[in-house]
């Protein structure tokens, strides 16, 4: 596939596994898994036709590795940022002692009063490292990193997991722990 197809099969996908099922007619399940013969089934139906290989290339090729396919290569599943309500089963993990959230300057003032919030998804998305935070930050305007006192979050009991896909996971981040980098 060239890059723009892609992106555009990858923005599908990202529909499908994390946002609405529907529209490839498929659910998934309690884990977020879908079998791949009735997604491409779906995907088909929905005028949007993908082979078993170019499902292969997005998951290998997304530039986040946003899919992960079951070990058996049956199953599929987006990795994180799911609206719908899955429980993607990751293991509570220690975090690197600084975390980076990007965002932009007019959330600030509600950032700075309520903490971050998970907003539209199931956690607030953390960065490992500032570049990726900026990235993230980018998507809305001129990016704005905070950093996270992630070693003090954990020591005061808060849990953080980790995405397949290398995206620390908390369920808030209070504003105590927040600093603008
Ligand atoms: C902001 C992309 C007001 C928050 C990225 C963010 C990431 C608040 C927005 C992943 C707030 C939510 C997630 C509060 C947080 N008041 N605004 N209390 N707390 N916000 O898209 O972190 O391409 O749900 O700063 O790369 O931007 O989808 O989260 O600006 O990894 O794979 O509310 O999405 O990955 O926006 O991005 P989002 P995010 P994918």
């Known amino acids: 596939m060239d890059p723009r197809e892609l992106v555009r099969a990858s923005k599908f996908l990202s529909l499908v596994l994390r946002h609405r099922p529907e529209v490839a007619n498929v659910t998934l399940d309690p884990r977020g898994w879908v079998e791949v013969d009735a997604l491409l089934n779906g ?11 170019e499902l292969e290339e997005v998951v290998a090729r997304s530039d986040k590795k946003r899919f992960a396919l079951s070990a ?19 293991p509570a993990r220690t975090p690197p002692d600084v975390l980076y959230h990007g965002t932009v300057d007019r959330f600030l ?4 009063a309520e903490g971050l919030r998970p907003m539209g998804r199931h956690h607030v998305h953390l960065s490992p490292d500032e570049a990726t935070a900026r990235r993230v930050g980018e998507r809305r305007g001129s990016p704005v990193v905070l950093a996270v006192d992630a070693a003090r979050m954990h020591a005061d009991g808060h849990e953080f997991r980790i995405s ?18």
């Not at 290569?73 to 429980?87: K, L, W």
């Not at 003032?109 to 700075?112: E, G, L, S, T, Y």
């Open 164 to 181: 397949g896909n290398g995206v620390w996971l908390a369920a808030e981040v209070p504003p105590r722990y927040l600093c603008r980098w």
């Open 43 to 53: 995907c088909r139906a929905a005028g949007r036709p993908l082979t078993r290989a």
């Open 109 to 112: 003032p509600a950032i700075r």
């Open 72 to 90: 058996d290569g049956r199953r599929v599943r987006a990795q994180q940022g799911h609206t719908v309500a899955v429980e993607l089963d990751l």
